[in-house]
T-cell receptor, first 109, second 113 residues
Framework: QKEVEQNSGPLSVPEGAIASLNCTYS??????FFWYRQYSGKSPELIMS????GDKEDGRFTAQLNKASQYVSLLIRDSQPSDSATYLC?????????FGQGTELSVKP | DADVTQTPRNRITKTGKRIMLECSQT?????MYWYRQDPGLGLRLIYY???????NKGEISDGYSVSRQAQAKFSLSLESAIPNQTALYFC????????????FGSGTRLTVV
């Protein structure tokens, strides 16, 4: 079992829809979780961090954390073509981030 | 200026050549990391350093070496480049517990011919 798992996609959604990206992790003691957005050929950019169970909202982005079920999700509301990118889930294990393989999101106009 | 600077941005080199990729940071972070990224394989950790005297191998260190010249500088070397080291390389930094995630450099696209 991989330490951090994401569906590789591609996930295709129409413009204006909600995109839902999911991530599961194996280490129960992990305390901090991150979502990065990466455009093709560019470096990963931190868009959300979450530390407590529940939801955290920032603009069109909502991160959700459920430590009991060991999953983290990212919702993107009112998806735009500019949101088309690969989204990386990262989990802090012992002070080092473990990255998932990433989910490719395509938002169609 | 960028918080984490990588040089060069692009490099084409020949098989067997030695090449160094450089990373410098102004974040004041003590931890630095080198990753490579290949299509479909995600980010793979090559080496990481928790401070100037602490350097550790990652999951794919064979064929690579590193040097932490100062808190702010962390270099990656390919002693004898081979074509399957063609990839996008990223340097990243974090504070001691990575509680705020990593800050990535802009990347170096390396092609070995």
């Amino acid at each position: 079992q991989k330490e951090v798992e994401q569906n590789s996609g591609p996930l295709s959604v129409p413009e204006g829809a909600i995109a839902s990206l999911n991530c599961t992790y194996s280490d129960r003691v992990s305390q901090s979780f991150f979502w990065y957005r990466q455009y093709s050929g560019k470096s990963p950019e931190l868009i959300m961090s979450i530390y407590s169970n529940g939801d955290k909202e920032d603009g069109r982005f909502t991160a959700q954390l459920n430590k009991a079920s060991q999953y983290v999700s990212l919702l993107i509301r009112d998806s735009q073509p500019s949101d088309s990118a690969t989204y990386l889930c990262a989990v802090n294990q012992g002070g080092k981030l473990i990255f998932g393989q990433g989910t490719e999101l395509s938002v169609k106009p | 200026d960028a918080d984490v600077t990588q040089t060069p941005r692009n490099r084409i080199t020949k098989t067997g050549k030695r090449i160094m990729l450089e990373c410098s940071q102004t974040k004041g972070h003590d931890r630095m990391y080198w990753y490579r990224q290949d299509p479909g394989l995600g980010l793979r950790l090559i080496y990481y350093s928790f401070d100037v005297k602490d350097i550790n191998k990652g999951e794919i260190s064979d064929g690579y070496s590193v040097s932490r010249q100062a808190q702010a500088k962390f270099s990656l070397s390919l002693e004898s480049a081979i074509p399957n080291q063609t990839a996008l390389y990223f340097c990243a930094t974090s504070d001691t517990y990575a509680n705020y995630g990593y800050t990535f450099g802009s990347g170096t696209r390396l092609t070995v011919v």
